[in-house]
Every structure is written in structure tokens, then in C-alpha cells.
């Protein structure tokens, strides 16, 4: 299982910390890579980045590149998405996802390379 955290309601350039704990057995947190999606109010889901297995590569859509930071704690089984610079078009619905076949090196972008899914965060930038 996966579970979001840290949603919440912000002004236009503030900041928030989005958290996924993952548990359960169904697969080892270390062999996976991780992502974030978003989906806007109306819109489909979206990629906002990804971490790889190691925390060691991350990768970001263009919309988020230098205002969003994703890392990991293996130990925690902890995935985390740094918003600054926050924008109203940053309204969404905020999802981690676990691509549990990842390689060492693979940088999943699409929603069909990520096996597991947590129920989402909301977060809510006003202008």
C-alpha cells in the first residue's frame, strides 16, 4: 500500500512537502522506482517526476523542473515531492506510484510502467 501525505491549501509561491509511506509485503521499496502524478481539476493525470531505485537519478516534466525536488529514504520507505514556487496551475490531485520491475537505471515516465498506486493528496494553490 501506498499513502499520500501533506496536501493542503497554499498561496501562489509557498511551499509544501508531499509524503508516501509505502508498506505491506508486495514488493521490496528498494527495487523500485518512484514517481509522482497529478491530476488537475478536469484533466487526466499527469507526470510530475520520478526518483530512481537508489534516490541516486530523478527526472521532472517541464512544468515542475527546478520548483519541485523529489527524493527517498530506503530505510523509511519514504518517498517525498519539495514544492516551492507553488502555482494555482499546481491544483491537483497528487499520486505516488511504485514501477516495482524498474531497472537500475530505468526512469519510468508513463502510467503504465507503475505497478501500485496510492488514493492521492489534494493540493489546492490559491492566487
Known amino acids: 500500500q501506498l499513502a499520500e501525505s501533506g496536501g493542503g491549501l497554499v498561496q501562489a509561491g509557498g511551499s509544501l512537502r508531499l509524503s508516501c509511506v509505502v508498506s505491506?509485503?508486495?514488493?521490496?521499496?528498494?527495487?523500485?522506482?518512484m514517481g509522482w502524478f497529478r491530476q488537475p481539476p478536469g484533466k487526466d493525470r499527469e507526470f510530475v517526476g520520478g526518483v530512481s531505485r537508489s534516490g541516486g537519478s530523478t527526472w521532472y516534466s517541464a512544468s515542475v523542473e527546478g520548483r519541485f525536488t523529489i527524493s527517498r529514504d530506503n530505510d523509511k520507505k519514504t518517498v517525498y515531492l519539495q514544492m516551492t514556487g507553488l502555482k494555482p496551475e499546481d491544483t491537483a490531485v497528487y499520486y505516488c506510484?511504485?514501477?516495482?520491475?524498474?531497472?537500475?537505471?530505468?526512469?519510468?515516465?508513463?502510467?503504465?510502467?507503475?505497478?501500485?498506486w496510492g488514493q492521492g493528496t489534494q493540493v489546492t494553490v490559491s492566487s
Open positions: 505491506g509485503r508486495a514488493y521490496t521499496f528498494g527495487r523500485s522506482a
Open positions: 506510484a511504485a514501477d516495482v520491475n524498474a531497472i537500475l537505471t530505468g526512469r519510468p515516465l508513463n502510467e503504465y510502467e507503475y505497478d501500485y
